[in-house]
T-cell receptor, first 116, second 113 residues
Framework: GAGVSQSPSNKVTEKGKDVELRCDPI?????LYWYRQSLGQGLEFLIY????????KSGLPSDRFSAERTGGSVSTLTIQRTQQEDSAVYLC??????????????FGPGTRLTVL | AQSVTQLDSHVSVSEGTPVLLRCNYS??????LFWYVQHPNKGLQLLLK??????LVKGINGFEAEFKKSETSFHLTKPSAHMSDAAEYFC???????????FGTGTKLQVIP
């Protein structure tokens, strides 16, 4: 595809339900990131994948959050037992890795999650 | 470990006057540095990047940034602000060594007519 895609674009769920967010990175991009952006706030790093492995999960806010990446491509971010404070826009970005340096990140349009 | 500090959370300038958005970084390696822009209700877009070539980097929409290793700075400038420049700007460091990139906390630029 031409760019990073995310689905769904909007998700409304009830407190306590599980949600799964999907990211399709640009083909060939080895690095993939998940971020969270709450209303009026900056970017909060969640997790970083290099290929299928996640060298840095330090940003996941609790054990209710998990992510996986398969085939070095698609990634899913799962939030279990959602809480109202999970409401935010979840952004995915992918990039090439030049040597050991992460190059330009290309961002998807985001998934807007609303927990009622 | 790496870090990025954007010294101003908000900057307000008059249309037609210069823009200066400040960014300082720390990194254990020789980093790549980026500026991204996010317009209201829009996605994040790359403005410019430094990757150890020329220290003065030109980006889109008339913005440029200068990498100063001695000052560990990568400030973003534009000679003359336009109303369409009103947005939030993020400074980003990519330290190398397969370490994750780190975003600054952002600077909201307001342009007054």
């Amino acid at each position: 595809g031409a760019g990073v895609s995310q689905s769904p674009s909007n998700k409304v769920t009830e407190k306590g339900k599980d949600v799964e967010l999907r990211c399709d990175p640009i083909s060939g991009h080895t690095a993939l990131y998940w971020y969270r952006q709450s209303l009026g706030q900056g970017l909060e790093f969640l997790i970083y994948f290099q290929g299928n492995s996640a060298p840095d999960k330090s940003g996941l806010p609790s054990d209710r959050f998990s992510a996986e990446r398969t085939g070095g491509s698609v990634s899913t971010l799962t939030i279990q037992r959602t809480q109202q404070e999970d409401s935010a826009v979840y952004l995915c970005a992918s990039s090439l890795t030049a040597g050991s340096v992460i190059d330009t990140q290309y961002f998807g349009p985001g998934t807007r999650l609303t927990v009622l | 470990a790496q870090s990025v500090t954007q010294l101003d959370s908000h900057v307000s300038v008059s249309e037609g006057t210069p823009v200066l958005l400040r960014c300082n970084y720390s990194s254990s390696y020789s980093p790549s540095l980026f500026w991204y822009v996010q317009h209201p209700n829009k996605g994040l877009q790359l403005l410019l990047k430094y990757t150890s070539a020329a220290t003065l980097v030109k980006g889109i929409n008339g913005f440029e940034a200068e990498f100063k290793k001695s000052e560990t700075s990568f400030h973003l400038t534009k000679p003359s602000a336009h109303m369409s420049d009103a947005a939030e700007y993020f400074c980003v460091v990519s330290p190398g060594g397969y370490q994750k990139v780190t975003f600054g906390t952002g600077t909201k630029l307001q342009v007054i007519p």
